[in-house]
């Protein structure tokens, strides 16, 4: 059985301490991905615990840079918002919107929709 778990952070300086939590309670699921959604500096220090997890730090190519250097792993992997990003399978899945320009963050802000597909009633 696969567990999916979305944990909304708010600002990402405290995502280090969310992993630490998280692997009190589950130590055998991977973080598969760590959302950016832009580029201020109470985003961008979650890269590294991410990084540090072999996460897909999903941001914008605009934001590659210093998400880069933030994450200090050169073997980081970013994914890009382009419109949209579906991440998930088929019962659950979270979408990320590229809703910029926004005043708040300038051209590059993500919004997420968290989805959860019916349960297949043959119909």
Do not use: C
């Not at 280090?16 to 959302?35: C, T």
């Not at 540090?52 to 934001?63: K, P, Y």
């Not at 419109?83 to 998930?88: A, D, H, T």
């Not at 997420?112 to 043959?122: I, K």
Request: glycine letters at 8%.
């Amino acid at each position: 059985m696969r567990t999916n778990i979305i944990r909304g952070l708010g600002g990402t300086q405290v995502v280090a301490d969310a992993i630490a939590e998280l692997r009190r309670h589950v130590q055998d699921k991977p973080v598969r991905y760590g959302v950016l959604t832009h580029h201020h500096n109470d985003h961008v220090p979650g890269a590294a615990a991410y990084a540090a997890e072999g996460a897909t730090i999903v941001t914008f190519e605009e934001n590659e840079a210093v998400v880069r250097e933030a994450a200090g792993d050169p073997d980081a992997k970013p994914s890009f918002v382009k419109e949209r990003m579906q991440l998930g399978d088929d019962d659950r899945r979270i979408e990320l919107y590229d809703i910029g320009p926004t005043p708040h963050a300038g051209p590059a802000d993500v919004a997420t929709a968290l989805r959860r597909q019916p349960a297949n009633t043959g119909l």
